[in-house]
C-alpha cells in the first residue's frame, strides 16, 4: 500500500519570505499523480498544485512550485513571498494512475505565517 | 455554480445511536468520495463511487458504517451504534469523472460522539 509521509508538524514563516514543506511518498507504481492542498480553518480542502509523475518539469502555480524527485520519492512544496492568507493546514497526497481513484494523504503540516 | 455542499455542518450525538451524513456533490460530477479527518490525523479514505459502478468501500472501518448515492446524485453516510471513536470530520469530495480530474472538497461534517 502507498504511504505519503509529511515530517514536519509545524512550520513558520516571515510574512514575504519563502518557505518548504517536505513531502516523501512510498510506492511500487511508476504512473501516479501528486497533489498539495490547503486547508485554512473554515475546513474547505482546496488544491494549490499537482504534479504528473510521467512529467520531470515541476509544477509551477504563481507564488506556488514544487521540487518533484521521483528517484527519492519526494515532493516538497515550497511557497514563495508567503503571505497571511497562506496560514492553514497543507496536506501532502498520492493518488495511483490506474486502479483505485482514492487520494492517500500525509498526516498534514500546519503553517504559521507572522507578520 | 455551487460547490460540494454537506449537510450537517457539526453533529453531536450520545454514543449508541445512529446518524446520518449528508453530501451534495457539483453538479454533472459522476464521481464522489467520503474521507475522514480525525483529529491530529491526515485524511482517511472511506468509500468512493463512479456512476453505476459498484462502489469501492475498501476504506469503510467497520459494518456500522455504510454509504449510498442515490440517483447518481446525493451521497448519504450513515454510522450506527455510534462510538466516540468515530468523532472526528467527515469530507466529502466529487469530481468529473474518475481520472486525473481534481477532486473538490465540501467543507465537512463535525461530529461528535459524546
Known amino acids: 500500500a502507498q504511504t505519503v509521509t509529511q515530517s514536519q508538524p509545524e512550520m513558520s514563516v516571515q510574512e514575504a519570505e519563502t518557505v518548504t514543506l517536505s513531502c516523501t511518498y512510498d510506492?511500487?507504481?511508476?504512473?501516479?499523480?501528486l497533489f498539495w492542498y490547503k486547508q485554512p480553518p473554515s475546513r474547505q480542502m482546496i488544491l494549490v498544485i499537482r504534479?504528473?509523475?510521467?512529467?520531470?518539469q515541476n509544477a509551477t502555480e504563481n507564488r506556488f512550485s514544487v521540487n518533484f524527485q521521483k528517484a527519492a520519492k519526494s515532493f516538497s512544496l515550497k511557497i514563495s513571498d508567503s503571505q497571511l492568507g497562506d496560514a492553514a493546514m497543507y496536506f501532502c497526497?498520492?493518488?495511483?494512475?490506474?486502479?483505485?481513484?482514492?487520494?492517500?494523504f500525509g498526516k498534514g503540516t500546519k503553517l504559521t505565517v507572522n507578520p | 455554480g455551487a460547490g460540494v455542499s454537506q449537510s450537517p455542518s457539526n453533529k453531536v450525538t450520545e454514543k449508541g445511536k445512529d446518524v446520518e451524513l449528508r453530501c451534495d456533490p457539483i453538479?454533472?460530477?459522476?464521481?464522489l468520495y467520503w474521507y475522514r479527518q480525525s483529529l491530529g490525523q491526515g485524511l482517511e479514505f472511506l468509500i468512493y463511487?463512479?456512476?453505476?459502478?459498484?462502489?469501492?468501500k475498501s476504506g469503510l472501518p467497520s459494518d456500522r458504517f455504510s454509504a449510498e448515492r442515490t440517483g447518481g446524485s446525493v451521497s448519504t453516510l450513515t454510522i450506527q451504534r455510534t462510538q466516540q471513536e468515530d468523532s472526528a470530520v467527515y469530507l466529502c469530495?466529487?469530481?468529473?469523472?474518475?481520472?486525473?480530474?481534481?477532486?473538490?472538497f465540501g467543507p465537512g461534517t463535525r461530529l461528535t460522539v459524546l
Open positions: 469530495a466529487s469530481s468529473v469523472h474518475s481520472s486525473y480530474n481534481e477532486q473538490f
Open positions: 510506492t511500487s507504481e511508476s504512473d501516479y499523480y
Open positions: 504534479q504528473e509523475a510521467y512529467k520531470q
Open positions: 497526497a498520492y493518488r495511483s494512475g490506474g486502479g483505485s481513484e482514492k487520494l492517500v
Open positions: 453538479s454533472g460530477h459522476t464521481a
Open positions: 463511487f463512479q456512476g453505476n459502478s459498484a462502489p469501492d
